[in-house]
């Protein structure tokens, strides 16, 4: 009986100095992660949560835990605290969004979408980071409706506007809408003049348009004076004058759209070279 009652007593004191050890190492942990040595801070927290005893800690603690871990790319650790974090009802949503950071580091694209989408649920405010991160990654993804959705939202909230618009036009591009693709444009390069990739982006749609317009001058052209090389027309004939005046209509157009382009553009090649075409057959 005395040695049973020596070993219940022996297991009450280590059972009380892990207590205090780990006291004292969340303690150091708490240090650790405001000087932002997240290594630290995580080793210690970790240690420290295996290792309870009868230390009562708040659950909420779990969401330091895992911003620790995720700052010293312990990214499965990160994860399981955010999750311990959640079902504590602390910082949902940062945890949801902090989920969806981890996921990115690691490639998992569909995961870290899902978290960032599930963060802007809980999310009151719905901030202009989370979005703009859902909109990235959903374009990674080819999910370019979602990525055109975020990005819209995270310019409107005013979170990096000029390279949220760029960046939903990006989108809409490669979703073949040449149409909204095209007004986003416009709307960008008149709210952001000074910004050269939306402003370049434009002038090509504009070299293209003019383009087109300048090729269809030419079929016309052509279609007129392959019926004077077989006699059928003379360039007095009234209907060939026509067809010429149709052309140099397609010219004048096509000049129009270019300036424009050279305008936002000054230096696109394509416009400037299009242009002397056009003033070479008018």
């Known amino acids: 009986m005395k040695k049973s009652f020596l070993l219940v007593v022996a297991v009450f004191v280590a059972f009380a100095a892990f207590s205090q050890d780990a006291a004292e190492m969340i303690t150091k942990a708490n240090e650790a992660l405001k000087a932002n040595d997240f290594v630290q801070a995580f080793e210690l927290y970790d240690k420290a949560m295996t290792n309870l005893g009868d230390v009562e800690v708040d659950k909420a603690i779990n969401f330091n835990i895992g911003y620790a871990a995720m700052q010293a790319n312990k990214n499965e650790e990160a994860l399981s605290y955010?999750?311990?974090?959640?079902?504590?009802?602390?910082?949902?949503?940062?945890?949801?969004?902090?989920?969806?950071?981890?996921?990115?580091?690691?490639?998992?694209?569909?995961?870290a979408l899902a978290s960032y989408e599930k963060a802007l649920e809980v999310s009151e405010g719905n901030g202009g980071a989370l979005l703009l991160n859902a909109a990235v990654t959903a374009y990674r993804l080819e999910n370019f409706e979602k990525a055109v959705k975020y990005f819209d939202q995270a310019y409107q909230a005013g979170f990096k506007a000029e390279d949220a618009l760029l960046n939903k036009a990006m989108a809409l591009k490669k979703m073949d809408n040449d149409e909204a693709y095209k007004e986003t444009l416009v709307t960008g390069a008149e709210k952001f003049p000074g910004n050269k990739k939306i402003t370049g982006a434009l002038a090509n749609v504009y070299?293209?348009?003019?383009?087109?317009?300048?090729?269809?001058?030419?079929?016309?052209?052509?279609?007129?004076?392959?019926?004077?090389?077989?006699?059928?027309?003379?360039?007095d004939d009234d209907a060939y004058k026509a067809e010429v005046e149709k052309a140099k209509a397609e010219f004048g157009k096509a000049a129009v759209v270019l300036e424009n382009a050279l305008k936002l553009d000054p230096e696109n090649q394509n416009a400037q070279k299009l242009l002397e075409a056009i003033n070479a057959v008018k």
Do not use: H, R, W
Request: proline share 2%; charged share 25%.
């Open 82 to 111: 955010f999750d311990k974090a959640i079902e504590a009802g602390a910082n949902v949503s940062k945890c949801y969004e902090y989920k969806g950071s981890v996921y990115n580091k690691m490639k998992d694209y569909p995961n």
């Open 207 to 235: 070299v293209q348009e003019g383009n087109a317009l300048y090729k269809d001058g030419v079929e016309i052209l052509n279609a007129a004076n392959t019926k004077v090389n077989d006699g059928s027309l003379t360039t």
